[in-house]
Every structure is written in C-alpha cells, then in structure tokens.
C-alpha cells in the first residue's frame, strides 16, 4: 500500500528505516514539516496521522502505509489558509516561523484529543469535558518547543481559533 500523504498517494521508501520525515522532506520535496532536534523533543517535525499528531522524526515511513497523513502543506484547501493558520498570521504566532508547521499541526490533533476527552496533566477533572482554558492549552502544546518566544501568540491563536471553534 502507498502513503497517502495530504490525499495523494505517495511510494514507500526502498529502505525500509526510513522516517516519515525524511521521506517527506527528501522525496516527497514537502518542506513545510521542519526537522528541529530529529531526536523527538522539540515538535518541530509534528505532522497528523488519521488526525492524531506524531513525531515524524521518530516515525518510519512504512509503518504509516494505506494511513492519511497531512502536513501543513495539506491543511489549505482551494487556496484558503486553515482557520489557525490565519490566526497564527493574525497574533504573531510565530517569528522565524521554523517550529510554526509543526506547532499548527499539533494544535489541530491536540483539539482532536480534547473533543474525545483525553485529559493532560494540569486536567481538573480526569473524566468530564476538557476545557481548554490557557493553562490547559499550554500544558497540551508544551511538546513544541519555539525559540523565539512566541508563545503567547502561539496560544492567542489557538485560543481564539478553538473558541471560534473552528478547528472542526
């Protein structure tokens, strides 16, 4: 079975210890999915699989056969951003913007994980509805790390996209 990668099916790698981010980087030519540390930590490299956010650094390619992955390049649709990506453009939500794809990408499964009631650590309570308040939200994306310091306009974003509810 091929990848299928933002809809379009794409060939596995011949070696099979190929990650997902190598394969989408360097034979795919998709450049929007960054690697940052290649080691897991920073989430730079943060892509959705099924609609559940992994770390493409970590991930071999032939594991995710027949899955649908999308990077950032897969989340316009008809030449119109993503509701996050504008809110990102909308409160600086990023400077370099090297960990932005990865950071958008992350927001948007980490919402998915919400809406199913996954709790994190700061969760009040472990088997109710999650709120995602500012604390909530910052506990949930602290996986992707920005060395700019955008933080705050990371988390605007996301608060005003996910109030909008928009992250449908």
Do not use: W
């Amino acid at each position: 079975m091929p990848l299928i990668i933002n809809g379009s099916a794409a060939p596995l790698p011949d070696d099979p210890r190929m990650s997902l981010l190598d394969v989408l980087r360097e034979q795919l030519h998709l450049s929007g999915t960054k690697k940052g540390c290649n080691q897991g930590a920073c989430g730079a490299c943060t892509v959705l699989v099924d609609g559940d956010r992994i770390l493409s650094c970590l991930a071999l390619a032939v594991q995710y056969d027949g899955r649908q992955i999308t990077t950032i390049e897969g989340l316009e649709k008809d030449g119109v951003l993503h509701p996050l990506q504008q809110a990102f453009i909308e409160h600086d939500g990023f400077q370099c913007g090297y960990c932005t794809p990865g950071q958008i990408c992350s927001a948007i499964g980490m919402v998915a994980e919400a809406k199913r009631g996954l709790p994190s650590h700061v969760s009040a309570d472990l088997a109710g509805e999650v709120v995602l308040t500012r604390e909530e939200l910052q506990e949930r994306m602290s996986g992707n790390l920005c060395r700019c310091g955008a933080h705050n306009g990371i988390i605007d974003a996301i608060s005003e996209t996910v109030a909008t509810e928009m992250l449908a």
